[in-house]
Every structure is written in structure tokens, then in C-alpha cells.
């Protein structure tokens, strides 16, 4: 058994081996459940009713990811050897379509519960923010979402740790630390719902829609920076999605406002 035996990898037990980016998904994962076990509890509901739901949505989230990203990079990357679509510790989810695959089980779990599906998004959206986080500094062990070419300047003018800046040196050049920006601004966007949407939101579906328009912000920006996008011919994909997270944001935030439900 080896702890640590290079960059990407926590342990490695003969042939076995568990990566960084697999441990820090997970890890992000029990901090979204946690949190949400936490607000079901405030809301008045029991804490408990996520167990069943935790491992399913985590399952089926992944999957989405993984098909989403296979689908874009199929003929660059598994059409030689398809085997490799299975291979999810080497790298390859893209978050947008674990997030279209969560929702869908998710509206059909709460209408099972008979729990209002703005109620669960609100409870359990902000800490998906913090899971996103998470998930993207397993990226940067993977030494992957890194943006373009910078100086090694202009890491330090950000005051980063040695190990950070290290490690953005990436075939023979420095590059942006897009993981970092991303999870900083996942970061601030679950601050501003749990610190003052939450505080202020009367309306059930406000802290679920602020959700996607602070997140669309965040990822539209960060993607425009990353070299290793997802492409619809010219256009990234991740930053069309995007769009559309902000644009249903907004448009969900004025419905909730005008017609929705009191808290």
C-alpha cells in the first residue's frame, strides 16, 4: 500500500488505485448532502429524507456527466477505444449534463415524497455549488480545465501557494488556474444565496433559480478562459449552456416573485 504515490493519486493498494479526483467528488458530494440534511431539517421535514435519494442522485448525476462529455468528444477520444467511456478516474465528466440528469430523477424523487420540487431545490442547489468546488480542484490534480498561457509572473501576483503554481506548468508552459477561479466563484455565488438571497427570499424557488444564474455567470466566464472546451462547431458548449442557466434563472426568479408560493 503507497500513500501518495504521485500528483493525481491517494492511494494505491497492488493494481488499485483511488485518484484524487475521484476522492475530492465524493468528498464534495457528502458536503452537498450534508448541507441539505441540514436546511430539510430547518425547512421542517425530516433530515432523513436524502438517505435514499444521496447515493442514487450521485450515481445518476455521474453518468449524465460522463455521457455528456463522451458525446462531445467521442471521435477525439473513444472512437479507437471505446473502452476507455468507462474509465471516468482518468478525467471526462462535464458537470452541465450531470446537472440535466440530477434534475430530471430529482422532480420525479420529491414528487414521489409528495415535497414541493422548489422546496428540494432550494434545500440542496447552494450545496451543489459547494460539491462544483470541490470537484474542480480534482481536475487540477488530474493537471486538466486548465485556461491558456500566462506568465509565471502573474501566478505569483496572485499569491498563490508554491504547489498551485507548480503545478500549472503544463507542456512546457504556465497557464491560468481556471479550476481555482471556478471554485472561488462557486464559492462567493453559495455565499450570496446562503448569506443574503436566503435572508431576504420570500418567495419557495428563488435560492434554486439564483442557483443557475450565479453559476451561468460564473462557468460562462471561466469557460471563455479554458482550452479544453467542449465545442459545438465554433461555439463552446459550456458557455450556450450557460446562457440558457442564466436566461431560465432569471426567468424563474420573476415567475417566482410574481406568482409563486409564499416561504
Known amino acids: 500500500m503507497y500513500l501518495f504515490p504521485d500528483f493525481s493519486t491517494f492511494l494505491k493498494i497492488g493494481n488499485m488505485s483511488i485518484r484524487y479526483y475521484a476522492l475530492l467528488i465524493l468528498l464534495g458530494a457528502i458536503f452537498a448532502y450534508l448541507l441539505g440534511q441540514y436546511r430539510f431539517k430547518q425547512l421542517g421535514y425530516s433530515k432523513d429524507i436524502l438517505s435514499d435519494y444521496f447515493v442514487s442522485v450521485l450515481v445518476i448525476g455521474i453518468i449524465g456527466a460522463r455521457i455528456w462529455y463522451v458525446i462531445f468528444m467521442f471521435k477525439e477520444s473513444y472512437l479507437q477505444n471505446p473502452l476507455e467511456i468507462f474509465a471516468i478516474w482518468h478525467g471526462g465528466l462535464a458537470i452541465q449534463g450531470g446537472l440535466f440528469t440530477g434534475l430530471i430523477y430529482s422532480y420525479y424523487y420529491f414528487k414521489k415524497k409528495n415535497i414541493p420540487f422548489l422546496v428540494a431545490g432550494d434545500a440542496i442547489l447552494p450545496g451543489v455549488l459547494i460539491a462544483q468546488a470541490c470537484g474542480r480542484w480534482g481536475n487540477f490534480f488530474n493537471q486538466e480545465a486548465f485556461g491558456g498561457v500566462c506568465s509565471l509572473e502573474f501566478l505569483k501576483s496572485l499569491h498563490l501557494p508554491n504547489f498551485i503554481i507548480s503545478h500549472m506548468y503544463i507542456d512546457g508552459a504556465y497557464h491560468h488556474p481556471t479550476f481555482l477561479y471556478e471554485s472561488m466563484g462557486n464559492i462567493i ?49 459550456a458557455q450556450l ?10 426567468i424563474g426568479e420573476i415567475y417566482c416573485l410574481k406568482k409563486g408560493q409564499n416561504i
Open 241 to 250: 449552456i450557460s446562457i440558457i442557466f442564466i436566461i431560465a434563472g432569471i
Open 189 to 237: 455565488v453559495f455565499l450570496i444565496i446562503v448569506l443574503i438571497i436566503r435572508h431576504f427570499a420570500s418567495k419557495k424557488g428563488m435560492q434554486f433559480f439564483a442557483y443557475f444564474i450565479g453559476y451561468g455567470i460564473v462557468r460562462f466566464f471561466v469557460e471563455g478562459m479554458r482550452t479544453d472546451s467542449l465545442m459545438i462547431g465554433s461555439l463552446r458548449t
